[in-house]
């Protein structure tokens, strides 16, 4: 039997007289894919918040990693990986300085940050770059180094903001394999983006439209149960039923 690492029963999260999450319920497996999708608005960015410990639920459950996200914020932290829509390290530290730090933040020791840091270089073939500094890196580049970091305490989730946004295909490839490669290890990769093309790589994926998850299953099944050949009409069908000829959905955070 699969192991949940990721556990939602009736997610409720208001602000003021506005719904946010409106009841939302599954579940998510170590080593799964999960594709969390939904246009702007949806409530994609406020789920994550929740799911990650930044915020806390109006009601219902949340467990994550084995921990409760209205009482064990902070343990829930110390077990997953983040890496948000826009850029996250420091752009005036160097490569290397970028990794040590961050492994100090998440805990580790020094030898183990010394190891990890070297493995990480080597990994990433960016023995090159290792003191050149952030800001000095073109944009794919900086993408890996950040999905790397936010995995290096091998965290047993990782959620990904929209990594991709704005990288060429040749990276948007490589880094797709970077997350087949995790989940691999073990990792659960929960990953959220605006490609509709890349929902098809998840193993399962959710769709959220006005608070509401509205669609949740494998791309191929969601595929079948709307008679559609691709995840982008699936998302279509649900985000614009009215729309006769709609143009390609853009969902950027919700």
Not at 197 to 210: H, K, L, P, T
Request: a neutral charge; charged letters at 25%.
């Amino acid at each position: 039997m699969r192991k949940k690492v990721i556990e939602v029963e009736n997610l409720v999260k208001r602000f003021g007289h506005f719904t946010a999450n409106d009841n939302l319920t599954f579940e998510v497996y170590e080593g799964e894919i999960f594709g969390f999708l939904g246009a702007n608005g949806a409530g994609k960015t406020t789920a994550i918040r929740i799911l990650s410990g930044l915020s806390s639920p109006t009601s219902g459950k949340v467990k994550v990693a084995g921990f409760d996200s209205g009482k064990q914020a902070e343990k829930i932290k110390k077990n997953i990986g983040y890496m948000c829509q826009k850029f996250s390290l420091y752009e005036d530290l160097t490569v290397k300085e970028n990794i040590m730090l961050y492994g100090g933040i998440y805990g580790l020791s020094r030898s183990q940050i010394a190891e990890r840091t070297g493995i990480l270089l080597d990994k990433l073939r960016f023995r090159e770059y290792e003191n050149k500094l952030i800001s000095e890196l073109p944009l794919g580049l900086r993408q890996k180094l950040s999905f790397s970091v936010a995995v290096l305490h091998e965290p047993k989730i990782v959620f990904l903001d929209e990594p991709t946004g704005g990288v060429d295909p040749i990276t948007r490839r490589q880094f797709w394999e970077m997350i087949y490669e995790t989940a691999a290890s073990g990792i659960t990769v929960f990953v959220t983006t605006h490609y509709m093309d890349e929902a098809e790589y998840c193993d399962r994926i959710s769709i959220m439209n006005e608070g509401r998850i509205v669609a949740l299953d494998t791309p191929g099944n969601l595929k079948k149960q709307y008679n559609v050949s691709s995840v982008e009409e699936v998302f279509i069908k649900i985000a614009r039923p009215d729309a006769s000829h709609p143009p390609a959905p853009s969902p950027g955070s919700g």
